[in-house]
Protein backbone atom coordinates (compact mmCIF):
# COMPACT_ATOMS: atom_id res chain seq x y z
CA UNK A 1 0.00 0.00 0.00
CA UNK A 2 1.14 3.08 -0.73
CA UNK A 3 0.27 6.16 1.31
CA UNK A 4 1.26 10.00 1.06
CA UNK A 5 0.03 12.83 3.25
CA UNK A 6 -0.17 16.49 2.64
CA UNK A 7 -0.60 19.65 5.39
CA UNK A 8 -0.79 23.38 4.57
CA UNK A 9 1.49 24.04 7.67
CA UNK A 10 3.93 25.64 8.30
CA UNK A 11 7.36 23.31 7.98
CA UNK A 12 10.71 24.15 8.44
CA UNK A 13 12.15 22.84 5.90
CA UNK A 14 13.99 24.77 3.17
CA UNK A 15 13.56 24.45 -0.07
CA UNK A 16 17.05 23.51 -0.83
CA UNK A 17 17.11 20.84 1.49
CA UNK A 18 14.39 19.50 0.09
CA UNK A 19 15.98 19.55 -3.52
CA UNK A 20 19.07 17.99 -2.23
CA UNK A 21 17.17 15.00 -0.12
CA UNK A 22 15.47 14.59 -3.65
CA UNK A 23 18.81 14.55 -5.60
CA UNK A 24 20.18 12.23 -3.40
CA UNK A 25 17.51 9.49 -3.13
CA UNK A 26 17.61 9.60 -6.69
CA UNK A 27 21.19 8.56 -6.65
CA UNK A 28 20.56 6.32 -4.19
CA UNK A 29 18.12 4.69 -6.58
CA UNK A 30 19.83 4.73 -10.03
CA UNK A 31 22.80 3.15 -8.32
CA UNK A 32 20.59 0.40 -6.84
CA UNK A 33 19.06 -0.48 -10.21
CA UNK A 34 22.64 -0.55 -11.93
CA UNK A 35 24.03 -2.57 -8.68
CA UNK A 36 20.67 -5.18 -9.56
CA UNK A 37 21.32 -4.86 -13.06
CA UNK A 38 25.04 -5.65 -12.81
CA UNK A 39 24.14 -8.86 -10.23
CA UNK A 40 21.64 -10.93 -12.63
CA UNK A 41 22.95 -9.92 -16.06
CA UNK A 42 25.84 -11.79 -15.59
CA UNK A 43 23.94 -14.78 -14.20
CA UNK A 44 21.41 -15.31 -16.88
CA UNK A 45 24.14 -14.53 -19.47
CA UNK A 46 25.84 -17.73 -18.27
CA UNK A 47 22.41 -19.43 -17.48
CA UNK A 48 21.74 -18.72 -21.62
CA UNK A 49 25.19 -19.94 -22.41
CA UNK A 50 25.07 -23.12 -20.70
CA UNK A 51 21.20 -23.83 -21.68
CA UNK A 52 22.47 -23.40 -25.42
CA UNK A 53 25.76 -25.59 -24.73
CA UNK A 54 23.10 -28.10 -23.62
CA UNK A 55 20.89 -27.88 -26.73
CA UNK A 56 23.64 -28.00 -28.99
CA UNK A 57 25.39 -31.23 -27.06
CA UNK A 58 21.70 -32.75 -27.51
CA UNK A 59 21.74 -31.76 -31.10
CA UNK A 60 24.54 -33.31 -31.56
CA UNK A 61 23.90 -36.60 -29.72
CA UNK A 62 20.70 -36.70 -31.70
CA UNK A 63 22.93 -37.02 -34.98
CA UNK A 64 24.97 -39.35 -33.73
CA UNK A 65 22.43 -41.63 -32.28
CA UNK A 66 20.39 -41.81 -36.09
CA UNK A 67 23.55 -42.31 -37.98
CA UNK A 68 24.37 -45.14 -35.46
CA UNK A 69 20.61 -46.52 -36.21
CA UNK A 70 21.12 -45.89 -39.81
CA UNK A 71 24.40 -48.30 -39.64
CA UNK A 72 22.57 -50.36 -37.74
CA UNK A 73 20.13 -50.94 -39.87
CA UNK A 74 22.54 -51.49 -42.82
CA UNK A 75 24.55 -54.40 -40.81
CA UNK A 76 21.34 -55.85 -40.40
CA UNK A 77 19.95 -55.89 -44.06
CA UNK A 78 23.75 -57.23 -44.61
CA UNK A 79 23.77 -60.01 -42.57
CA UNK A 80 20.12 -61.26 -43.52
CA UNK A 81 21.30 -60.97 -47.09
CA UNK A 82 23.81 -63.24 -46.43
CA UNK A 83 22.24 -65.73 -44.32
CA UNK A 84 19.82 -65.74 -47.65
CA UNK A 85 22.64 -66.56 -49.59
CA UNK A 86 23.98 -68.86 -47.11
CA UNK A 87 20.77 -71.01 -47.36
CA UNK A 88 20.89 -70.77 -51.19
CA UNK A 89 24.19 -72.22 -51.26
CA UNK A 90 22.95 -75.31 -49.01
CA UNK A 91 20.38 -75.73 -50.74
CA UNK A 92 22.46 -75.97 -53.85
CA UNK A 93 25.07 -78.26 -52.66
CA UNK A 94 22.43 -80.41 -51.52
CA UNK A 95 20.48 -80.53 -55.11
CA UNK A 96 24.14 -81.30 -56.34
CA UNK A 97 24.60 -83.98 -54.09
CA UNK A 98 21.87 -85.71 -55.14
CA UNK A 99 22.85 -85.07 -58.81
CA UNK A 100 25.70 -87.06 -57.96
CA UNK A 101 24.33 -89.70 -56.56
CA UNK A 102 21.58 -90.28 -59.35
CA UNK A 103 24.47 -89.93 -61.73
CA UNK A 104 25.96 -92.58 -60.01
CA UNK A 105 23.11 -95.34 -59.77
CA UNK A 106 22.43 -94.38 -63.72
CA UNK A 107 26.24 -95.22 -64.34
CA UNK A 108 25.81 -98.31 -62.50
CA UNK A 109 22.55 -99.43 -64.56
CA UNK A 110 24.24 -98.62 -67.94
CA UNK A 111 27.33 -100.77 -67.04
CA UNK A 112 25.05 -103.86 -65.89
CA UNK A 113 22.90 -103.22 -68.97
CA UNK A 114 25.97 -102.55 -71.61
CA UNK A 115 27.74 -106.12 -70.19
CA UNK A 116 24.59 -108.61 -69.84
CA UNK A 117 23.79 -107.13 -73.35
CA UNK A 118 27.92 -108.33 -74.21
CA UNK A 119 27.61 -111.29 -72.54
CA UNK A 120 24.32 -112.00 -74.91
CA UNK A 121 26.43 -111.44 -78.06
CA UNK A 122 29.11 -113.50 -77.03
CA UNK A 123 27.22 -116.46 -76.17
CA UNK A 124 25.34 -115.96 -79.45
CA UNK A 125 28.48 -115.98 -81.45
CA UNK A 126 29.91 -118.79 -79.30
CA UNK A 127 26.51 -120.68 -80.22
CA UNK A 128 27.09 -120.15 -83.87
CA UNK A 129 30.68 -121.05 -84.25
CA UNK A 130 32.61 -124.40 -83.66
CA UNK A 131 34.40 -125.73 -81.06
CA UNK A 132 38.26 -124.90 -82.28
CA UNK A 133 37.05 -121.18 -82.91
CA UNK A 134 34.54 -121.28 -80.15
CA UNK A 135 37.80 -121.84 -78.04
CA UNK A 136 39.39 -118.89 -79.83
CA UNK A 137 36.92 -116.69 -80.07
CA UNK A 138 36.63 -117.70 -76.10
CA UNK A 139 40.08 -116.44 -75.82
CA UNK A 140 39.79 -113.01 -77.49
CA UNK A 141 36.16 -112.38 -76.27
CA UNK A 142 37.39 -113.14 -72.46
CA UNK A 143 40.67 -110.75 -73.36
CA UNK A 144 37.71 -108.17 -75.29
CA UNK A 145 35.84 -108.38 -72.19
CA UNK A 146 38.96 -107.49 -70.26
CA UNK A 147 39.75 -104.43 -72.26
CA UNK A 148 36.16 -103.58 -72.59
CA UNK A 149 36.12 -103.49 -68.75
CA UNK A 150 39.88 -101.59 -68.15
CA UNK A 151 39.02 -99.32 -70.10
CA UNK A 152 35.35 -98.99 -68.77
CA UNK A 153 37.10 -98.96 -65.28
CA UNK A 154 38.95 -96.35 -66.72
CA UNK A 155 36.46 -93.77 -67.67
CA UNK A 156 34.48 -94.73 -64.52
CA UNK A 157 37.41 -93.67 -62.58
CA UNK A 158 38.27 -91.01 -64.50
CA UNK A 159 34.54 -89.74 -64.21
CA UNK A 160 34.39 -90.24 -60.53
CA UNK A 161 37.88 -88.60 -59.92
CA UNK A 162 36.41 -85.37 -61.95
CA UNK A 163 32.96 -86.08 -60.23
CA UNK A 164 34.84 -85.98 -56.89
CA UNK A 165 37.24 -82.81 -57.86
CA UNK A 166 34.39 -80.59 -58.77
CA UNK A 167 32.46 -81.59 -55.71
CA UNK A 168 35.26 -80.96 -53.54
CA UNK A 169 35.64 -77.31 -55.39
CA UNK A 170 32.04 -76.51 -54.83
CA UNK A 171 32.07 -77.85 -51.25
CA UNK A 172 35.05 -75.69 -50.82
CA UNK A 173 33.71 -72.88 -52.41
CA UNK A 174 30.44 -73.73 -50.37
CA UNK A 175 32.47 -73.51 -46.96
CA UNK A 176 34.72 -70.65 -47.95
CA UNK A 177 31.47 -68.60 -48.78
CA UNK A 178 30.08 -70.43 -45.30
CA UNK A 179 33.44 -69.17 -43.46
CA UNK A 180 32.92 -65.54 -44.75
CA UNK A 181 29.86 -65.30 -43.55
CA UNK A 182 30.18 -66.21 -40.27
CA UNK A 183 33.03 -63.91 -40.36
CA UNK A 184 30.75 -61.63 -41.20
CA UNK A 185 28.19 -62.13 -39.21
CA UNK A 186 30.69 -62.12 -36.15
CA UNK A 187 32.22 -58.87 -37.00
CA UNK A 188 28.43 -58.08 -37.17
CA UNK A 189 27.60 -59.40 -33.73
CA UNK A 190 30.61 -57.84 -32.44
CA UNK A 191 29.49 -54.30 -34.28
CA UNK A 192 26.16 -54.05 -33.22
CA UNK A 193 27.18 -55.04 -29.55
CA UNK A 194 29.45 -52.34 -29.72
CA UNK A 195 26.79 -49.71 -31.00
CA UNK A 196 24.74 -50.77 -28.56
CA UNK A 197 27.02 -50.16 -25.84
CA UNK A 198 27.46 -46.52 -27.56
CA UNK A 199 24.48 -46.22 -27.95
CA UNK A 200 23.81 -46.90 -24.13
CA UNK A 201 26.43 -44.40 -22.96
CA UNK A 202 25.28 -41.70 -25.46
CA UNK A 203 21.39 -42.38 -23.82
CA UNK A 204 23.33 -42.30 -20.16
CA UNK A 205 24.91 -38.88 -21.52
CA UNK A 206 21.89 -37.78 -22.56
CA UNK A 207 19.97 -38.38 -19.85
CA UNK A 208 22.79 -36.28 -17.99
CA UNK A 209 22.13 -33.42 -20.49
CA UNK A 210 18.46 -33.27 -20.07
CA UNK A 211 18.76 -33.44 -16.43
CA UNK A 212 20.96 -30.51 -16.32
CA UNK A 213 19.12 -28.60 -18.72
CA UNK A 214 16.46 -28.93 -16.41
CA UNK A 215 18.21 -27.86 -13.52
CA UNK A 216 19.75 -25.29 -15.79
CA UNK A 217 16.06 -24.24 -16.94
CA UNK A 218 14.53 -24.12 -13.29
CA UNK A 219 17.38 -22.13 -12.18
CA UNK A 220 16.51 -19.78 -15.36
CA UNK A 221 12.91 -19.61 -13.74
CA UNK A 222 13.93 -19.12 -10.19
CA UNK A 223 16.21 -16.23 -11.81
CA UNK A 224 13.68 -14.80 -13.63
CA UNK A 225 11.42 -14.75 -10.81
CA UNK A 226 13.78 -13.19 -8.72
CA UNK A 227 14.23 -10.57 -11.04
CA UNK A 228 10.84 -10.08 -11.50
CA UNK A 229 10.39 -9.56 -7.67
CA UNK A 230 13.63 -7.11 -8.18
CA UNK A 231 11.53 -5.52 -10.75
CA UNK A 232 7.91 -5.39 -9.03
CA UNK A 233 10.29 -3.99 -5.88
CA UNK A 234 11.88 -1.35 -8.06
CA UNK A 235 8.36 -0.22 -9.20
CA UNK A 236 7.61 0.17 -5.63
CA UNK A 237 10.47 2.22 -5.10
CA UNK A 238 10.08 4.34 -7.95
CA UNK A 239 6.15 4.84 -7.03
CA UNK A 240 7.55 5.50 -3.43
CA UNK A 241 10.16 8.14 -4.61
CA UNK A 242 7.61 10.11 -7.02
CA UNK A 243 5.28 10.13 -3.97
CA UNK A 244 7.79 11.42 -2.03
CA UNK A 245 9.06 13.94 -4.21
CA UNK A 246 5.07 15.10 -5.45
CA UNK A 247 4.64 15.59 -1.46
CA UNK A 248 7.94 17.31 -0.88
CA UNK A 249 7.17 19.67 -4.17
CA UNK A 250 3.45 20.07 -2.57
CA UNK A 251 5.19 21.14 0.67
CA UNK A 252 7.39 23.40 -0.77
CA UNK A 253 4.78 25.02 -2.44
CA UNK A 254 2.99 25.45 0.78
CA UNK A 255 6.36 26.73 2.07
CA UNK A 256 6.42 28.83 -0.54
CA UNK A 257 2.94 30.58 -0.09
CA UNK A 258 3.15 30.22 3.59
CA UNK A 259 6.83 32.79 3.17
CA UNK A 260 4.93 35.15 0.61
CA UNK A 261 2.47 35.36 3.15
CA UNK A 262 4.30 36.11 6.15
CA UNK A 263 6.32 38.37 3.76
CA UNK A 264 2.94 40.35 2.73
CA UNK A 265 2.24 40.46 6.78
CA UNK A 266 5.54 42.14 7.59
CA UNK A 267 5.46 44.71 4.37
CA UNK A 268 1.64 45.35 6.26
CA UNK A 269 3.19 45.49 9.84
CA UNK A 270 6.15 47.47 8.65
CA UNK A 271 3.41 50.08 6.91
CA UNK A 272 1.16 50.15 10.52
CA UNK A 273 4.73 51.13 12.38
CA UNK A 274 5.43 53.41 10.26
CA UNK A 275 2.25 55.10 10.50
CA UNK A 276 2.28 54.67 14.45
CA UNK A 277 5.95 56.21 14.35
CA UNK A 278 3.92 59.11 12.18
CA UNK A 279 1.54 59.45 14.64
CA UNK A 280 3.66 59.56 17.72
CA UNK A 281 6.08 62.32 15.86
CA UNK A 282 3.64 64.57 14.69
CA UNK A 283 1.32 67.22 15.87
CA UNK A 284 -1.38 66.56 13.47
CA UNK A 285 -5.26 67.40 14.43
CA UNK A 286 -7.83 64.95 15.65
CA UNK A 287 -9.13 64.86 12.03
CA UNK A 288 -5.76 63.73 10.76
CA UNK A 289 -5.41 61.00 13.04
CA UNK A 290 -9.31 59.77 12.08
CA UNK A 291 -7.32 60.08 8.56
CA UNK A 292 -4.90 57.78 9.26
CA UNK A 293 -6.63 55.63 11.21
CA UNK A 294 -8.84 55.00 8.44
CA UNK A 295 -6.14 54.30 6.11
CA UNK A 296 -5.13 52.16 8.71
CA UNK A 297 -7.55 50.14 8.45
CA UNK A 298 -8.43 50.64 4.97
CA UNK A 299 -4.63 48.41 4.55
CA UNK A 300 -5.65 46.14 6.57
CA UNK A 301 -8.66 44.87 4.99
CA UNK A 302 -7.61 45.11 1.59
CA UNK A 303 -4.45 42.65 3.04
CA UNK A 304 -7.16 40.11 4.71
CA UNK A 305 -9.12 39.79 1.48
CA UNK A 306 -6.31 39.03 -0.41
CA UNK A 307 -5.06 36.13 2.09
CA UNK A 308 -8.88 34.95 2.03
CA UNK A 309 -8.61 34.40 -1.64
CA UNK A 310 -5.18 32.43 -1.18
CA UNK A 311 -7.71 30.29 1.08
CA UNK A 312 -5.28 31.40 4.06
CA UNK A 313 -5.69 34.28 6.61
CA UNK A 314 -2.90 35.16 8.43
CA UNK A 315 -4.21 38.80 10.40
CA UNK A 316 -7.98 38.34 10.21
CA UNK A 317 -10.63 36.49 12.06
CA UNK A 318 -10.24 32.90 10.62
CA UNK A 319 -7.50 30.08 10.29
CA UNK A 320 -8.13 27.80 7.70
CA UNK A 321 -6.40 24.19 7.64
CA UNK A 322 -6.53 21.24 5.42
CA UNK A 323 -5.14 18.25 5.35
CA UNK A 324 -5.63 15.40 2.75
CA UNK A 325 -4.58 11.79 2.75
CA UNK A 326 -4.11 9.32 -0.13
CA UNK A 327 -4.19 5.63 0.07
CA UNK A 328 -3.90 3.14 -2.35
CA UNK A 329 -3.73 -1.15 -2.99
CA UNK A 330 -2.40 -1.14 -6.77
CA UNK A 331 -1.06 0.76 -9.53
CA UNK A 332 -4.28 3.39 -9.63
CA UNK A 333 -4.64 6.09 -7.09
CA UNK A 334 -7.02 9.10 -6.53
CA UNK A 335 -4.24 12.33 -7.69
CA UNK A 336 -6.26 15.15 -7.10
CA UNK A 337 -9.85 16.33 -5.99
CA UNK A 338 -10.69 19.90 -6.90
CA UNK A 339 -11.73 21.58 -4.50
CA UNK A 340 -14.78 23.55 -5.66
CA UNK A 341 -16.19 19.85 -6.74
CA UNK A 342 -15.61 20.06 -10.66
CA UNK A 343 -13.53 17.47 -11.30
CA UNK A 344 -11.49 14.27 -9.88
CA UNK A 345 -8.46 12.82 -11.65
CA UNK A 346 -7.05 9.05 -11.57
CA UNK A 347 -3.54 8.31 -11.98
CA UNK A 348 -1.91 5.10 -13.19
CA UNK A 349 2.05 5.00 -11.23
CA UNK A 350 3.00 2.09 -13.40
CA UNK A 351 5.70 2.58 -15.73
CA UNK A 352 4.56 -0.43 -18.25
CA UNK A 353 1.65 -1.99 -16.93
CA UNK A 354 -2.17 -0.57 -18.48
CA UNK A 355 -4.88 -0.86 -16.67
CA UNK A 356 -8.83 -1.57 -16.57
CA UNK A 357 -10.50 0.63 -15.00
CA UNK A 358 -14.47 -0.59 -16.57
CA UNK A 359 -16.53 -0.85 -14.27
CA UNK A 360 -15.19 0.56 -10.91
CA UNK A 361 -17.34 2.49 -9.09
CA UNK A 362 -16.34 6.00 -7.91
CA UNK A 363 -17.64 7.47 -4.47
CA UNK A 364 -17.69 10.49 -2.81
CA UNK A 365 -19.12 10.90 0.99
CA UNK A 366 -19.66 14.30 1.54
CA UNK A 367 -19.70 15.93 5.43
CA UNK A 368 -23.56 15.94 5.60
CA UNK A 369 -23.95 12.31 4.84
CA UNK A 370 -24.69 12.59 0.60
CA UNK A 371 -22.99 10.02 -1.30
CA UNK A 372 -21.98 10.53 -5.04
CA UNK A 373 -21.58 7.74 -7.23
CA UNK A 374 -20.11 6.94 -10.43
CA UNK A 375 -19.47 3.74 -12.61
CA UNK A 376 -17.02 4.30 -15.04
CA UNK A 377 -17.52 2.65 -18.59
CA UNK A 378 -16.83 -0.42 -19.47
CA UNK A 379 -13.77 -0.79 -21.45
CA UNK A 380 -11.76 1.91 -19.99
CA UNK A 381 -8.26 2.00 -20.04
CA UNK A 382 -5.95 3.66 -18.14
CA UNK A 383 -2.60 3.62 -19.66
CA UNK A 384 0.56 3.44 -17.85
CA UNK A 385 1.77 6.83 -16.16
CA UNK A 386 -1.03 8.32 -17.42
CA UNK A 387 -4.25 10.35 -15.96
CA UNK A 388 -7.48 10.27 -16.58
CA UNK A 389 -10.11 13.56 -15.18
CA UNK A 390 -13.78 13.09 -14.27
CA UNK A 391 -15.31 16.79 -14.66
CA UNK A 392 -19.02 16.86 -13.21
CA UNK A 393 -21.71 18.25 -15.77
CA UNK A 394 -21.11 21.50 -17.46
CA UNK A 395 -17.71 21.83 -15.81
CA UNK A 396 -16.01 22.14 -18.99
CA UNK A 397 -15.08 18.73 -19.43
CA UNK A 398 -15.21 16.65 -22.46
CA UNK A 399 -15.99 13.56 -22.74
CA UNK A 400 -13.03 12.12 -24.42
CA UNK A 401 -11.47 8.79 -22.69
CA UNK A 402 -9.68 7.60 -21.89
CA UNK A 403 -8.50 10.81 -21.13
CA UNK A 404 -10.98 12.49 -19.78
CA UNK A 405 -14.94 11.42 -18.98
CA UNK A 406 -18.22 13.27 -17.71
CA UNK A 407 -20.12 12.56 -15.17
CA UNK A 408 -23.40 12.77 -16.53
CA UNK A 409 -25.84 12.77 -13.43
CA UNK A 410 -24.28 15.49 -11.57
CA UNK A 411 -23.09 19.40 -11.97
CA UNK A 412 -20.51 18.93 -9.45
CA UNK A 413 -18.50 16.52 -7.18
CA UNK A 414 -19.60 18.58 -3.89
CA UNK A 415 -17.85 20.41 -1.82
CA UNK A 416 -17.06 20.06 2.15
CA UNK A 417 -14.67 20.13 5.43
CA UNK A 418 -14.66 16.43 5.58
CA UNK A 419 -14.65 14.85 1.97
CA UNK A 420 -13.86 10.99 1.70
CA UNK A 421 -13.91 10.07 -2.04
CA UNK A 422 -13.01 6.44 -2.93
CA UNK A 423 -12.57 4.14 -6.10
CA UNK A 424 -14.18 0.27 -5.55
CA UNK A 425 -13.39 -2.57 -8.33
CA UNK A 426 -16.14 -4.78 -9.68
CA UNK A 427 -15.64 -7.04 -6.58
CA UNK A 428 -16.69 -3.84 -4.66
CA UNK A 429 -13.03 -3.86 -3.39
CA UNK A 430 -11.93 -0.68 -1.99
CA UNK A 431 -8.77 -0.15 -4.45
CA UNK A 432 -7.97 3.74 -3.30
CA UNK A 433 -8.77 6.43 -1.28
CA UNK A 434 -9.10 10.45 -0.94
CA UNK A 435 -9.54 12.26 2.61
CA UNK A 436 -9.80 15.87 2.45
CA UNK A 437 -10.57 17.15 6.30
CA UNK A 438 -10.97 21.03 6.43
CA UNK A 439 -10.56 22.68 10.03
CA UNK A 440 -11.48 26.83 10.47
CA UNK A 441 -9.86 28.20 14.09
CA UNK A 442 -9.59 31.93 14.90
CA UNK A 443 -7.18 33.64 16.14
Known amino acids: MVTEMGSATIGGISPALSANAAKSFLEATDKEKKELQIKYSTSLSTARKDIDDSARRKAEIDVKVARLRDDLAEYRNRYEDIQHRREADREKIAQWTNAIADAENELEMLRARVHEQEVKELQALLAQAPADTR ?153 GLRQMVEQVVKTHSLQQQEDTDSTRSVRGEVSTKTTFQRSAKGNVTIAECDPNGKFITLENTHRTKDENLGEHKLKRKLDKGREIVFTIPPNTVLKAGKTMKIYARDQGGINNPPESLVFEGENTWGIGANVVTSLYNKEGEERATHTQKTIQTGI
Open 135 to 287: EFFKNELALAIRDIKDEYDYIAKQGKQDMESWYKLKVSEVQGSANRAAMESTYQREEVKRMRDNIGDLRGKLGDLENKNALLEKEVQNLNYQLSDDQRQYEMALNDRDATLRRMREECQTLVAELQALLDTKQMLDAEIAIYRKMLEGEESRV
